[in-house]
């Protein structure tokens, strides 16, 4: 199809799930992922419908941004899509990133194998709908549900193979990578490779920070959605003047949530995903139990009985190596570090080189010296750098997402470095009155 063709199928998907299908999808989000009213909204309507109004405006700014020509020759490029298919593995926790990453790479004419999260069946099935009654055609976004290993392998074994959208873990991601690299001779093309994985995300609060300030930012980006979003802050580090208002804070907050089931609109606390998720969260919980380096300072119970409901839970440790200071646990687990006020700069440093990770980060302080020296020795630590804000909540068109190191390609969803990834360029060259004799002026006498 042309392109503009393309685009109106996408743009009356975001206008359908901006009307008749918003309160479906949103449920679905809420049931199926265990989200809050206010998580699946800004999820499941508002990011996925930015995601494709913004993805047709920036493929509009690709296809525009068109070579030199004079009055003898008309340069063009030609923005194809690639030669094979795209494969998209998408994660359980944002249903916005489930339909974007087949979505993307289909607006940019690709062909798409789309292999959801088991644990995102019912909102991916709204998807699905959705794009069906937008007019996108049968064959373009491939849906499989299976074996994810075996539908990998089938995959990455196909001679049209060509590029791998993903959003998971930094493991998964780096046996995906390994495989492709195993299997390359077998490629028609060089496989495009684009990955958002893991985040083991920072709040550094300097010691002229607000405390309410830095407190809220630290609460919200820790324990909405149970701390379930690779941007999800799960480490900070508070000055020791600062410490015994921001932990009295904090306590107040956490004593405040409400938790049970995401019908209960009341509720800001829901479960976690599922056993598997649970069981991981409460053997770190338990061990910090038994650790001397760490205590439990507001939290540390859960209960499988009814859900998978595991407590807002809040490690102080004097360890800045602590495991939950360097290990992602993907849940409301909250590890903090209190340093020497005199140590701030050494503090950045630990803060640089604690985490394998890159993803997103956070700068608390009322000193612009301090956020200027922050913002330059953290520029590799985080993709998604915030002063004075939480680490979470990035907005299509406005915080482009993704970050470096361990935590993936840094390809930026919500962007046209993203959907560039998609598509194979093709200079053309038309010259309007060709030579007829291959003698150059300088061969005259």
């Not at 109106?8 to 975001?14: G, H, R, W, Y």
């Not at 985490?355 to 520029?379: H, M, N, P, W």
């Not at 002063?387 to 470096?404: E, H, L, R, S």
Request: proline fraction near 4%; include cysteine; glycine fraction near 6%.
């Amino acid at each position: 199809m042309a392109w503009e063709q393309r685009a109106a199928i996408f743009l009356k998907a975001a206008e359908l799930i901006a009307g008749p299908y918003r309160a479906k999808i949103n449920a679905a989000t809420m049931i199926g992922q265990s989200k809050n009213i206010h998580q699946a909204e800004i999820d499941a309507s508002c990011e996925l419908i930015d995601f494709l109004r913004f993805n047709v405006e920036f493929m509009t700014q690709i296809y525009a941004d068109q070579p030199t020509s004079d009055s003898s020759v008309w340069n063009r490029l030609e923005y194809r899509p690639l030669e094979g298919f795209i494969y998209a593995i998408t994660p359980f926790n944002f249903t916005a990133i489930a339909a974007n990453l087949p979505a993307s790479a289909a607006m940019m004419g690709n062909v798409v194998v789309w292999k959801p999260s088991d644990s995102q069946v019912f909102s991916a099935k709204i998807i699905i709908e959705i794009f069906k009654e937008a007019g996108l055609p049968d064959g373009v976004i491939n849906v499989v549900f299976g074996d994810a290993l075996m539908v990998t392998d089938t995959v990455l074994a196909s001679r049209d193979f060509a590029g791998l959208h993903f959003t998971g873990s930094t493991h998964v991601f780096k046996d995906l990578w390994a495989k492709i690299g195993a299997n390359i001779h077998n490629y028609k093309t060089y496989p495009r490779i684009v990955g958002e994985t893991g985040g083991k995300d920072f709040v550094m609060v300097h010691p002229s920070a607000n405390v309410k300030q830095a407190a809220t930012g630290i609460v919200r980006g820790a324990f909405e959605f149970q701390g379930q979003k690779c941007s999800a802050a799960s480490r900070a580090y508070i000055p020791q003047s600062l410490w015994p208002a921001v932990k009295e804070q904090i306590i107040t907050d956490v004593q405040s949530m409400k938790m049970g089931s995401p019908e209960d609109f009341s509720n800001f606390i829901t479960a976690v995903i599922h056993e598997g998720s649970f069981d991981k969260l409460a053997s770190y919980i338990d061990q910090a139990k038994k650790d001397s380096d760490a205590e439990i300072i507001i939290g540390g119970n859960y209960d499988k009985s009814v859900g998978y409901f595991v407590e807002p839970t809040v490690i102080l440790t004097t360890n800045p190596k602590y495991v939950t200071m360097e290990t992602e646990l993907f849940g409301p687990v909250l590890t903090i570090y209190v340093y020497d006020d005199t140590k701030w700069i050494e503090t950045l440093e630990l803060v640089d080189q604690t985490s394998e990770y890159a993803l997103t980060g956070a700068i608390f302080s009322q000193d612009r010296y301090a956020i200027e020296v922050a913002t330059t020795k953290l520029q590799n630590a985080a993709g998604n750098f915030y002063i004075n804000d939480k680490c979470t909540g990035a907005v299509v068109g406005q915080q482009p997402f993704g970050g470096a190191r361990a935590s993936g390609t840094n390809d930026k969803a919500g962007s046209v470095l993203n959907l560039m990834r998609w598509v194979s360029p093709r200079t053309i060259k038309e010259i309007f009155v060709s030579p007829e004799d291959y003698r150059y002026p300088f061969l005259g006498e």
